[in-house]
């Protein structure tokens, strides 16, 4: 079943798997709402006249667009055209919390993915590589995971204190071993292809042998575990912000400002659920964009 | 067999001891003065230096290591900075509650997602399996504090079917299983998804071999030759799959209790980070981890029952 994953040599391969998934509806659609997402947020300031920070106290709790149809007078009062997401309770508008926010997430995700990734590739290349290294790095890899779920990423935050850098670091370190994992894993199998033998033989050094070669083809599967890493990594920086341990307030960020509004349930419960659909929304987009190109690049893992 | 379980106790009793290493280690790393913490803050110049002397604070770090893991091994986890009360009883309050309702959520996740995965892997390529196999993508993309934050908000705040957080009963009874229904199913959904996909492809595997062909030609039906004969060996994936979960649930229940007001020891930990309470961050995160060990190694000795064929070497 490898032979058809193994067969993906140069770099065109995965233009080539590109393409593919553009032919896939959903996938397609998943990567032009990131597209556009991306773009909204690098654009924030064209997209919301406010910043983030930016209080307007004659405008607290303010609902969205979707305020002027509500029964209650006292809501249709309060719509404003220019806060077309409402504001909260310091009267900040929603649409530039959000927008600025998702500047944070998405960065911090794709910071901490690929700083997982940086570390991850290289101990899972060497783990797989040369047998004396592969005990010691993937025993200490298989402590790294006995810490379940985000308590990994808990403790390097207790340890360091909460801020932005110090939580991507966090997750770009909590997901080091489950890039090493699948990486070794796939090295192992590359080291008894045939044309690894073949470049050893024309005199190529480990390096160049691992660099080189072994890289090109764990390649396809490290796109695929990248894609859906950064799902999980924007789950965990909400969720660090969430609990205070992440990007502290008053800078914005989705998890945050879900904690924020958790205060104003009753209230604005729009306050919470525009951030949490912001989360969802990107994350499933990646895990689908990931799902979809582990098909292509990589079907001996589908079933 | 009895070699195997040998070894597989002293490499828990390695991954146990390096555990340690790693929490004492990063929070001895961690900045702030804990004699200072103890000593509280109108403490002297002096009274710190003497309090960092009973603690054995200014013993080097190998030293204190040594004397942590001779008091772990009695059991004694040291005392809070906060309350000053010793913390393995705290902890004890506690984490009844926690396993509650990660049991709870993992009762979920099996009795929804073995299910639909056999149902997938039964009805492969269709409509259906396309469906629910890209829905528990979805499963896994929606941040549980988020999705208990939005079941509050339709069953409690709205609805007002479930109390909207706290846990006092556990959940076989009807008050526990009310407080814990909630919770329990926003920590349970990338459980239930991965016990989807794990049976899906087990059951795949399995319906392939040999016996099972066997067992349709001698003409048995298709339910049973699903439920009794497939499912049956489909079940070892699954139980790797369930010391998993079992942790994943562990680590998520933390973030869970913040949401609905639990008291167990997720909550105890998080406000013990957000107030540099180092030793309490110590024990939780030990116990936490410690537990997750423990059930994995449940799962490697009911291998040796279940799957004779496993070899041990």
């Known amino acids: 079943m490898t032979s058809q994953a193994t067969s993906i040599k140069h770099?065109?391969?995965?233009?080539?798997?590109?393409?593919?998934?553009?032919?896939?509806?959903?996938?397609?659609?998943?990567?032009?709402?990131?597209?556009?997402?991306?773009?909204?947020?690098?654009?924030?300031?064209?997209?919301?006249?406010?910043?983030?920070?930016?209080?307007?106290?004659?405008?607290?709790?303010?609902?969205?667009?979707?305020?002027?149809?509500?029964?209650?007078?006292?809501?249709?009062?309060?719509?404003?055209?220019?806060?077309?997401?409402?504001?909260?309770?310091?009267?900040?508008?929603?649409?530039?919390?959000?927008?600025?926010?998702?500047?944070?997430?998405?960065?911090?995700?794709?910071?901490?993915?690929?700083?997982?990734?940086?570390?991850?590739?290289?101990?899972?290349?060497?783990?797989?590589?040369?047998?004396?290294?592969?005990?010691?790095?993937?025993?200490?890899?298989?402590?790294?995971?006995?810490?379940?779920?985000?308590?990994?990423?808990?403790?390097?935050?207790?340890?360091?204190?909460?801020?932005?850098?110090?939580?991507?670091?966090?997750?770009?370190?909590?997901?080091?071993?489950?890039?090493?994992?699948?990486?070794?894993?796939?090295?192992?199998?590359?080291?008894?292809?045939?044309?690894?033998?073949?470049?050893?033989?024309?005199?190529?050094?480990?390096?160049?042998?691992?660099?080189?070669?072994?890289?090109?083809?764990?390649?396809?599967?490290?796109?695929?575990?990248?894609?859906?890493?950064?799902?999980?990594?924007?789950?965990?920086?909400?969720?660090?912000?969430?609990?205070?341990?992440?990007?502290?307030?008053?800078?914005?960020?989705?998890?945050?400002?879900?904690?924020?509004?958790?205060?104003?349930?009753?209230?604005?419960?729009?306050?919470?659920?525009?951030?949490?659909?912001?989360?969802?929304?990107?994350?499933?987009?990646f895990n689908i964009l990931g799902d979809k190109l582990r098909d292509i690049l990589d079907p001996s893992l589908k079933d | 067999m009895g070699r195997y379980i040998a070894k597989r106790l002293g490499m828990m009793l390695v991954l146990l001891i390096g555990m340690t290493f790693i929490v004492f280690g990063s929070l001895h790393l961690a900045s702030g003065d804990p004699a200072q913490m103890v000593a509280g803050a109108s403490a002297t110049e002096e009274d710190i230096a003497a309090v960092r002397t009973s603690l054995g604070l200014d013993q080097p770090f190998w030293v204190q290591y040594g004397r942590y893991l001779k008091r772990l091994v009695t059991v004694d986890l040291g005392m809070s900075y906060t309350t000053r009360q010793p913390i393995s009883q705290e902890i004890a309050i506690r984490l009844p509650f926690t396993i509650n309702l990660a049991c709870a959520a993992i009762i979920l996740a099996i009795v929804i997602g073995i299910p639909l995965g056999v149902l997938t892997a039964i009805k492969r390529d269709t409509f259906v399996d396309n469906l629910l196999t890209t829905t528990s993508l979805v499963g896994i993309s929606i941040p549980n504090f988020w999705l208990g934050t939005m079941l509050m908000l339709v069953f409690s705040v709205r609805l007002g079917w479930f109390p909207s957080g706290g846990m006092t009963e556990f959940f076989w009874t009807p008050l526990g299983l009310r407080q814990v229904i909630l919770p329990a199913l926003a920590l349970s959904t990338a459980s239930i998804a991965s016990f989807m996909r794990i049976g899906r492809s087990a059951m795949l595997e399995v319906l392939q071999s040999d016996y099972i062909r066997t067992a349709r030609a001698k003409g048995l039906g298709k339910a049973s030759v699903i439920f009794i004969h497939a499912l049956k060996n489909a079940m070892i994936p699954l139980l790797t799959q369930f010391g998993t979960?079992?942790?994943?649930?562990?680590?998520?229940?933390?973030?869970?209790?913040?949401?609905?007001?639990?008291?167990?020891?997720?909550?105890?930990?998080?406000?013990?980070?957000?107030?540099?309470?180092?030793?309490?961050?110590?024990?939780?995160?030990?116990?936490?981890?410690?537990?997750?060990?423990?059930?994995?190694?449940?799962?490697?000795?009911?291998y040796c029952v279940v799957d004779p064929r496993i070899k041990y070497e």
């Open chain 1, 11 to 285: 770099p065109g391969a995965v233009s080539a798997a590109f393409q593919k998934l553009l032919k896939n509806k959903l996938a397609t659609v998943c990567f032009f709402v990131l597209i556009v997402l991306i773009i909204l947020v690098a654009a924030a300031p064209l997209v919301t006249p406010y910043l983030p920070e930016d209080t307007d106290v004659t405008s607290r709790l303010a609902p969205g667009f979707w305020g002027k149809w509500s029964k209650n007078p006292a809501d249709v009062m309060k719509v404003k055209a220019d806060h077309p997401l409402g504001t909260d309770h310091l009267g900040r508008d929603m649409l530039s919390r959000l927008l600025y926010g998702g500047r944070t997430s998405l960065l911090v995700g794709l910071v901490s993915t690929g700083m997982g990734l940086f570390w991850g590739v290289i101990f899972g290349m060497l783990a797989g590589f040369y047998k004396r290294l592969d005990n010691i790095i993937m025993r200490f890899m298989d402590l790294l995971f006995t810490f379940p779920g985000i308590l990994l990423a808990m403790l390097i935050v207790a340890m360091l204190g909460a801020s932005t850098f110090n939580s991507t670091l966090a997750i770009s370190i909590w997901s080091i071993p489950s890039f090493a994992r699948m990486v070794r894993s796939r090295v192992l199998q590359i080291r008894e292809e045939d044309y690894v033998m073949a470049v050893r033989s024309l005199g190529a050094s480990d390096w160049r042998i691992l660099f080189h070669h072994v890289f090109h083809n764990t390649l396809p599967i490290i796109i695929v575990v990248a894609t859906m890493r950064m799902g999980s990594s924007l789950i965990s920086i909400s969720t660090l912000s969430y609990l205070g341990m992440g990007v502290p307030a008053p800078a914005p960020e989705w998890g945050g400002l879900i904690a924020t509004g958790k205060n104003y349930l009753w209230q604005r419960p729009s306050l919470i659920v525009i951030p949490g659909l912001a989360v969802v929304i990107t994350v499933i987009c």
């Open chain 2, 245 to 302: 979960s079992f942790g994943a649930l562990l680590g998520g229940a933390i973030v869970t209790e913040q949401v609905f007001v639990i008291n167990g020891v997720g909550t105890y930990l998080v406000n013990a980070i957000n107030t540099r309470n180092y030793p309490v961050v110590q024990s939780t995160v030990l116990v936490i981890a410690a537990l997750f060990i423990l059930v994995n190694l449940a799962v490697d000795l009911t």
